[in-house]
T-cell receptor, first 114, second 111 residues
Framework: DVKVTQSSRYLVKRTGEKVFLECVQD?????MFWYRQDPGLGLRLIYF???????EKGDIPEGYSVSREKKERFSLILESASTNQTSMYLC?????????????FGSGTRLTVV | RKEVEQDPGPFNVPEGATVAFNCTYS??????FFWYRQDCRKEPKLLMS???SGNEDGRFTAQLNRASQYISLLIRDSKLSDSATYLC????????????FGKGTSLLVTP
C-alpha cells in the first residue's frame, strides 16, 4: 500500500514562528498536495506539485510556501505563523493517469498557533 | 455557486436502513468523481470512484448524471460502522490532478 507520512501528528507553535510541515510518500508518486481542513469549510487546497522543484498555487496559498527538492518529499512552510493558520493540515499524493484511484492521504498534522 | 455542494446532514438512520447522499458540481468539464469517507479526527480515505455508467461495491452504489452534474451514493443495509462523514469529490477540470472536495455529509447509524 502507498504510504504517506506526515512528520508530526500534533504541533503547537507561537505566532510569528516559521513552521515546517513535512510529508513523505514511498511510492514514487509524481503528484503531491497540501490541504487544510477546517470545520464548516471542508478541505481547501493550499499548494500542489506535479514534479520535483515544481509548485502550483491552490485556492488559499497566502501565508504559505512549499518546497519539493526530492520526489518523495513535499514540505509546507508557514513563513510567519498566525492564529488563523490553526488547522488540520493534510498531505496527499497520487500517480498521474490514475484518475480512478484518487489520492492517498497522510494522517494529518493538527497545528495550533498560539 | 460552490464547486462541489453536498447536504451536510446529519443523517441519523437505524441499522439496516438505506440512505442516499447527493452532490452537485459546478464545472461541466470535470472528468473524475469520487466518494471519500472520513472518520472522526482521521484522514479521508477513498471509498469508491464514480463511473459514468454507475457502479456498485457491495452495499454501496454510486451514480453519476453528467447532464445534471449530479452524483449520488446509496448505502444499503446500513451498519453501525458506516457512521462517518462522506465527502463528494470532483477532479478539477483545469489543473491536472487536483481535487475539489465537498464539505461532507455526516451519517450516524444507530442501533
Amino acid at each position: 500500500d502507498v504510504k504517506v507520512t506526515q512528520s508530526s501528528r500534533y504541533l503547537v507553535k507561537r505566532t510569528g514562528e516559521k513552521v515546517f510541515l513535512e510529508c513523505v510518500q514511498d511510492m514514487d508518486h509524481e503528484n503531491m498536495f497540501w490541504y487544510r481542513q477546517d470545520p464548516g469549510l471542508g478541505l481547501r487546497l493550499i499548494y500542489f506539485s506535479y514534479d520535483v522543484k515544481m509548485k502550483e498555487k491552490g485556492d488559499i496559498p497566502e501565508g504559505y510556501s512549499v518546497s519539493r527538492e526530492k520526489k518523495e518529499r513535499f514540505s509546507l512552510i508557514l513563513e510567519s505563523a498566525s492564529t488563523n493558520q490553526t488547522s488540520m493540515y493534510l498531505c496527499a499524493s497520487s500517480l498521474p493517469g490514475t484518475e480512478t484511484y484518487g489520492y492517498t492521504f497522510g494522517s494529518g498534522t493538527r497545528l495550533t498557533v498560539v | 455557486r460552490k464547486e462541489v455542494e453536498q447536504d451536510p446532514g446529519p443523517f441519523n438512520v437505524p441499522e439496516g436502513a438505506t440512505v442516499a447522499f447527493n452532490c452537485t458540481y459546478s464545472n461541466s468539464a470535470s472528468q473524475s468523481f469520487f466518494w471519500y469517507r472520513q472518520d472522526c479526527r482521521k484522514e479521508p480515505k477513498l471509498l469508491m470512484s464514480v463511473y459514468s455508467s454507475g457502479n456498485e461495491d457491495g452495499r454501496f452504489t454510486a451514480q453519476l448524471n453528467r447532464a445534471s452534474q449530479y452524483i449520488s451514493l446509496l448505502i444499503r443495509d446500513s451498519k453501525l460502522s458506516d457512521s462517518a462523514t462522506y465527502l463528494c469529490v470532483v477532479r478539477r477540470a483545469n489543473s491536472g490532478y487536483a481535487l475539489n472536495f465537498g464539505k461532507g455529509t455526516s451519517l450516524l447509524v444507530t442501533p
